[in-house]
């Protein structure tokens, strides 16, 4: 069965269609929006999937609407969007990398951001605002400063990785020493902020999430063929007319844009930017970066923890960071040991 099929438009246009990639960001869209409908309904109130669907339509009794549209869409929204920003930060950065542990979870990017948080709780005493910015800001700074050190006459993926793992150590370092400066209850907040979760979740979370996806995820999706080019080298990418390092530079801008923000909305979320791109890949059996097989697989990953996580241990008793924590740290050992006998480490 042939999963490559050229499309040619009226105007002459051919496009190439992968179908098995297609029908896998089908899949796994149909997943994420089913795991959806099901984690609205579920809580101290459940409410069952059909109702569920009838009140986003409008349809529902004034209770539920107020349950679904006010309490449980926005940590929903939060959730895929979170998802889809990591996976398609982490395709990214392993895609530029060319290296599958080049992820924000070990680059450093989360700790950065945790950083950032911390600083505002223990120094500042910052407010649910003020501690969103300030992850924001340390996720920034660190992928700037990652980026500065691993320059040299351009980013090369190992230096890029290697680096990153030794910011990471620094960064994580500071967060300890933060941690013994600061008060019981300052300690209580960050260590809850450090687990990832999407408990609490509201509306101001999912607007400044949307407006950033809507503006990066096209372009990122658009630069998917130089990205293509870019995983053969960067004298043939130069030779077919890509500027490696702009290109390289605005996506990796783009990627720590995504991952800072998706960790100051829900907490820094472990191992969902490393294994997203990594499961999709699987999937679709397809080379290059498949930026949106990862992102689908990203939203679906966290939407389907947070529902584990309540379905076992009951509402807002185990964060979703901790079930994506423990999934996706089996995955990593079961990583590294391929990447060894392969000879790639």
């Not at 409008?58 to 979170?82: M, T």
């Not at 998802?83 to 950065?112: E, M, W, Y």
């Not at 939203?299 to 807002?316: I, K, R």
Request: hydrophobic share 50%.
């Amino acid at each position: 069965m042939k999963t490559n099929r050229a499309i040619r438009t009226p105007g002459g246009l051919s496009v190439r269609l992968d179908v098995r990639a297609l029908t896998v960001v089908l899949l796994l869209l149909a997943a994420a929006l089913a795991a959806s409908v099901v984690l609205i309904g579920t809580g101290d109130f459940p409410i069952p999937a059909g109702d569920v669907l009838k009140t986003l339509l409008g349809d529902g009794n004034a209770g539920q609407e107020f349950i679904v549209n006010e309490l449980r869409l926005p940590r929903v929204l939060v959730g895929l969007l979170v998802g889809a920003s990591l996976g398609l930060g982490g395709a990214l950065f392993q895609a530029v990398s060319r290296n599958p542990l080049g992820s924000p979870d070990i680059l450093g990017l989360g700790q950065g951001a945790t950083a950032g948080a911390l600083v505002v709780i223990v120094v500042f005493s910052g407010n649910a605002a003020e501690v969103t910015a300030g992850a924001l800001v340390g996720g920034l700074v660190t992928g700037a400063a990652i980026y500065l050190l691993a320059w040299k006459q351009g980013v090369h993926g190992y230096r890029l990785v290697l680096v990153g793992v030794g910011v990471s150590a620094i960064v994580t370092a500071v967060n300890g020493y933060l941690l013994t400066k600061s008060t019981i209850t300052e300690a209580s907040q960050a260590v809850v902020w450090m687990t990832g979760s999407l408990s609490g979740r509201d509306w101001d979370q999912v607007w400044p999430l949307l407006w950033l996806c809507v503006v990066l995820v096209p372009y990122v999706l658009g630069s998917a063929r130089a990205l293509r080019m870019m995983e053969m080298g960067d004298d043939v990418s130069n030779a077919l007319g890509v500027r490696v390092e702009r290109t390289r530079g605005l996506l990796l801008v783009a990627a720590v844009l995504l991952t800072a923000t998706a960790t100051a909305a829900a907490g820094p979320v472990s191992f969902v930017a490393l294994t997203a791109p990594q499961l999709a890949r699987r999937l679709t059996r397809s080379p290059g970066p498949n930026l949106l097989p990862s992102l689908c697989m990203g939203a679906a990953l966290l939407v389907t923890a947070d529902w584990v996580s309540q379905q076992v241990f009951g509402a807002d008793q185990m964060p979703v960071g901790v079930v994506t924590g423990v999934l996706g740290g089996v995955y990593l050992l079961w990583l590294l040991v391929t990447e060894r006998k392969a000879g790639r480490i």
